[in-house]
């Protein structure tokens, strides 16, 4: 398995693992400009996009396909994407999840008031329609 920089032709297959997942795609094919894919003998396996809002970012669209969750696929495209993320300047991700928090928490990443996160992040499809009035806030600084 590899990791690499999202491309627009992984643009399907990042679609189609993200709707099996049951996650948001408003926005994901902007952001993944900005993103990272596992690939497995060709097939991507994972993803994870940045979107920037000055020095801050948004982490989202993680999503790993369901046969390879639990394999360490969602720890390395977060890494990925966090390294991403510091190499553009960015000190410090916000993301939104409604499933996810125990294991985001588990990566480093610590609950944050929402309107902390919609005060750096908050143009964001992500806070102004996906996931406006659900969804737990979580923050981590980037070192």
């Known amino acids: 398995m590899r990791i690499e920089r999202a491309t627009v032709d992984d643009e399907p297959a990042i679609k189609a693992l993200l709707v ?3 996650l948001p795609v408003d926005g ?3 952001a ?3 993103g990272v894919v596992a690939r497995d003998a060709g097939r991507i396996v ?3 996009a940045i979107e920037r809002y000055g020095g801050a970012g948004l982490l989202r669209s993680v999503v790993v396909a369901a046969n390879r969750r639990g394999s360490g696929v969602g720890h390395e ?3 990925a994407a ?3 993320a510091r190499a ?3 000190g410090e991700l916000y993301l939104l999840t409604e499933t996810a928090a125990t294991w985001f928490s588990g990566l480093g990443y610590a609950p944050v008031d929402r309107v902390v996160a919609a005060n750096a992040v908050g143009e964001s499809i ?3 329609t996906v996931c406006r009035d659900t969804g737990v806030a979580l923050h981590r600084r980037l070192a």
């Open 82 to 84: 966090e390294d991403l």
């Open 126 to 128: 992500e806070f102004t």
């Open 32 to 34: 993944f400009a900005q």
């Open 88 to 90: 553009q300047g960015i």
């Open 28 to 30: 994901a094919a902007a």
């Open 46 to 48: 994972g993803a994870a």
């Open 20 to 22: 099996e997942a049951g």
């Open 77 to 79: 495209v977060v890494s």
